[in-house]
């Protein structure tokens, strides 16, 4: 189960999905970027985003997800949407997502770490480099951390140096979006700016192999074996 709510970012009203563990707490808390294919269906049309909070949630943590493609009419294409994406509109989304799971009286603002799929996983590496204040950072495949968008921010990669805590980092060797070369830059640029992380590299899995509901994507021995990775590594950051 999970509770909808609507927070102002720069005047605009964006959804969230917030899901909360059994007990009064005080929880470690996370925030949940959302895959791509969201971008034109919602958050809860996708069966993926919500399994994902519900996971999570069930392993003890309070996870906000916010809805980061709503400065777009719902109708426009996702095409459009990841054209004219932009990572300074997104920064204030996943702050105000902080906020909203920090303020919590069953959340523990110390103990909050950030994580994403897919489009996500930039999303989840841009959000650390700008919130001093996550505990643990995760991606899943996350493609185009090389790259900048129409605001013209450097490319997340350039901001390795800025990223506060430990990154975990899960790969398909098959991808070609990030492919294993681009894998290869994300490692060298956390180990120059001497970021501690774990990469995990998977052989027979391409991009959004943690999907289940795309069976041409899932691999469910290597997201069975990710998710337990995930798991151990944000226990032993946040818990």
Not at 6 to 31: C, I, K, Q, W, Y
Not at 50 to 56: F, H, K, N, P
Not at 153 to 172: K, M, S, T, Y
Not at 215 to 231: G, L, M, N, P, R
């Amino acid at each position: 189960m999970y509770q909808s709510l609507s927070v102002d970012v720069r005047g605009n009203a964006m959804n969230t999905l917030v899901f909360e563990p059994a007990g009064a707490g005080p929880h470690p808390g996370l925030v949940i970027a959302q895959h791509l294919p969201v971008a034109h269906a919602g958050l809860e049309k996708d069966p993926f985003t919500i399994d994902v909070g519900e996971r999570y949630a069930a392993e003890g943590y309070v996870c906000v997800i916010p809805f980061i493609f709503h400065w777009w009419p719902t109708e426009d294409s996702m095409e459009s949407k990841r054209e004219a994406f932009r990572d300074d509109w997104t920064v204030a989304d996943l702050d105000a997502a902080f906020q909203l799971l920090a303020a919590k009286n069953n959340v523990d603002e110390n103990r909050i770490g950030i994580l994403g799929h897919c489009w996500g996983g930039r999303v989840a590496w841009l959000g650390a480099c700008h919130n001093s204040k996550y505990k643990a950072c995760t991606l899943f495949y996350g493609g185009r951390i090389k790259l900048s968008f129409v605001d013209g921010a450097p490319p997340p990669i350039e901001l390795a140096n800025r990223i506060p805590c430990p990154v975990l980092g899960i790969f398909g060797n098959d991808d070609q979006n990030p492919t294993p070369e681009d894998v290869n830059d994300y490692e060298k640029s956390l180990k120059d700016a001497g970021i501690s992380y774990e990469f995990h590299r998977y052989d027979g899995a391409g991009h959004g192999f943690q999907d289940h509901t795309n069976q041409e994507k899932y691999c469910q021995t290597q997201s069975d074996d990710a998710w337990v990775k995930a798991i151990d590594f944000l226990a032993k950051n946040l818990k």
